[in-house]
């Protein structure tokens, strides 16, 4: 958890958090794979993974998108807590042909400032029951990542006023300049009349 927070402390752009906790997670897990979902529209878009799916077939299906109501994801969405399942339904989400492999699968909303913004899912090859222990740090990492990416919002909401305000500060040095010439040319209207 101390390396996941300082690996996190200097990152700004979500996605590239949201792998860097994938890589962390799937460290702690045996044989299997983390990936990241956003929807979009009615898709669920995979947006970065870490490990090897297992199966080319299954890796098609999830790089085309997921439909928005399969339960794996959109449970955790919807209800706005962690999913676990021990015994992964293997007709739950797709065919079950190409998840054969997949035996426990926990799936976690990412929720900084409160916000949905996409769903974690570790998901494992071999057999499991989700522990205390083992939801506990999933949790953790997820918690981490959702104050990571606030952390990062509020360093881009602060990159983007300090640019609008350079901005207006260099409209207001221009207006200025603009009044000083017109003072002076009220002030001394002689020499303005002379250039001209």
Known sequence: ???????????????????????IALSLVPSG???YYELEGDLWQLKSVSGDFGDPDL????????????????????????FYQDVYQ?????????????????TLPLLPNETLVGVLAVVLFGQRTWTTVDKAVVETIVSGLGLAAERAEQARQLTAQRAALD??????????????????????????????
């Open 90 to 106: 293997h007709e739950l989400d797709t065919l079950p042909e190409v998840v054969q492999h997949i035996h426990a699968v926990a």
């Open 167 to 196: 901005v207006r500060t260099q409209a207001l040095g221009a207006a200025n300049k603009e009044v000083e010439a017109f003072a002076y040319s009220v002030s001394y209207p002689h020499t303005a009349h002379r250039q001209l």
């Open 1 to 23: 958890m101390a390396q996941l927070s300082r690996d996190l402390m200097f990152e700004t752009e979500r996605h590239p958090l949201v792998r860097r906790a994938q890589d």
């Open 59 to 82: 890796e098609q299906l999830v790089k085309a998108g997921f439909p928005m109501e399969i339960p794996t994801l959109i449970t955790p969405w919807s209800t706005r807590q962690p």
């Open 33 to 35: 794979y983390v990936d």
